[in-house]
């Protein structure tokens, strides 16, 4: 399935269920690719769940490991719960991305996404330790032949490119996420994507509607209900000549399968 030239797939996770289970509703929905969580197919114990999505007929545009620590209650306890950022977790998270990319190149997938967590560089302890963190993760992607996708949002495009520059890493790009410039009040989601198109390689379907408390979260809504825009959106994808895939993410609601088969609807009809 195709939004004009890229192909549309779905967020495993955002379907909150097994393997066998998503793949069911990816076959009901015509989707045949998918950005895939592997937390649970990590390490020995995680290899039944491996060998689960090997069986499947799947297009993996993307792999994405996520973090136990973490807790998006709010944007404060998620600015220190976040990512690579506290340090009593550091070490079972590294081990756990290196799981991740294991997997990911055993899959022949070429990306890994996830949330790093908050750079900050107006603190300069926080942000010299952040960037090692992530150097070193990039380091052991490049080993793999995996590329280390960031997932936009936790700082405005031109914070993320200028810690993008300085790493200079061939094996670091993005996954835009539109609808988390708009949930953290970070930026206009379009010029964000001008911003970062040289390193956008892969990117989420989510919408959402900006807060109205600044320090709070925005919310989000159903692709096309909220602030992001579909078609001002498509138009910046093709004025920056992506060439990746998009994958429709959602992480609200209780009716995510419809909101998801909507998004498709939406998607396809332009």
């Not at 195709?2 to 990816?26: E, F, H, I, R, Y």
């Not at 994405?64 to 998270?93: A, C, H």
């Not at 109205?212 to 909220?226: I, L, M, N, Y």
Request: proline residues 3%; glycine residues 8%; hydrophobic residues 45%.
């Amino acid at each position: 399935m195709k939004c004009k030239n890229w192909p549309v797939g779905v967020c495993s996770w955002s379907l909150q269920t097994d393997v066998p289970s998503v793949a069911k509703v990816m076959q009901d929905l015509g989707l045949e690719h998918v950005h895939l969580g592997v937390g649970e197919a990590v390490g020995e114990a995680g290899r039944a769940c491996l060998e689960a999505i090997k069986a499947q007929d799947w297009t993996i545009t993307c792999t994405m490991i996520g973090f136990p620590q973490e807790d998006y209650s709010t944007l404060e306890r998620i600015k220190v719960t976040g990512g690579v950022v506290p340090d009593d977790t550091w070490e079972s998270n590294r081990q756990m991305v290196l799981g991740a990319l294991d997997v990911t190149a055993e899959l022949g997938v070429k990306y890994l996404s996830m949330h790093a967590g908050f750079i900050d560089e107006t603190d300069k302890a926080h942000a010299e330790k952040v960037t090692k963190r992530i150097k070193l993760l990039a380091d052991a992607a490049a080993d793999k032949g995996v590329m280390f996708l960031l997932e936009t949002g936790q700082e405005a495009a031109e914070e993320l490119a200028h810690f993008l520059e300085k790493l200079d890493h061939n094996f670091v790009g993005v996954n835009f996420d539109p609808a988390n410039m708009i949930l953290y009040d970070k930026g206009n989601p379009i010029d964000a994507v001008r911003t970062l198109a040289p390193w956008i390689r892969h990117l989420h379907v989510k919408d959402a509607t900006r807060t109205k408390e600044p320090g709070t979260w925005g919310a989000e809504v159903p692709w096309g209900d909220g602030e992001v825009g579909i078609a001002e959106f498509l138009k910046v994808l093709e004025e920056i000549e992506f060439d990746g895939a998009m994958a429709i993410e959602r992480e609200a609601g209780d009716q995510r399968v419809d909101d998801i088969k909507l998004a498709i609807e939406r998607l396809t009809a332009v």
